[in-house]
């Protein structure tokens, strides 16, 4: 079982970068999945969520009209991305993608398997 982040890096303010995590080793095309972050001493907060068929999202406010989270199921090894547009300083953090089953997708005790985060730095 395994989630692989990558896609992270050094980008100026109103810069775009687009996260890749590729899940494998189970059948991820039925797990929902998402997208956290955490930055330097905070806690890790919830950025973006996917359904596992893909027909639902949703989004932290601070981000919604700037990130677009998507999956591709198509093969063994199910690939979901994170695509960031107009990005601030605000938005550097770790980025960690997660696949689980709860309703409470918000939260980060619903996922049962994690990614080993990729590092997004925004510069001013």
């Known amino acids: 079982v395994q989630l692989q982040a990558s896609g992270g890096g050094l980008v100026q303010a109103g810069g775009s970068l687009r996260l890749s995590c590729a899940a494998s080793?189970?059948?991820?095309?039925?797990?929902?999945m998402g997208w956290f972050r955490q930055a330097p001493g905070k806690e890790r907060e919830f950025v973006a969520h996917i359904r596992w068929s893909g027909g639902s999202t949703d989004y932290r406010e601070s981000v919604k009209g700037r990130f677009t989270i998507s999956r591709d199921n198509a093969n063994n090894t199910v690939y979901l991305y994170l695509q960031m547009n107009s990005l601030k300083p605000e938005d550097t953090a770790v980025y960690y993608c997660?696949?689980?089953?709860?309703?409470?997708?918000?939260?980060?005790?619903?996922?049962?398997?994690w990614g080993q985060g990729t590092l997004v730095t925004v510069s001013s």
């Open positions: 997660a696949a689980g089953s709860s309703y409470y997708y918000t939260r980060h005790e619903a996922y049962s398997y």
């Open positions: 080793g189970r059948t991820f095309r039925t797990y929902n």
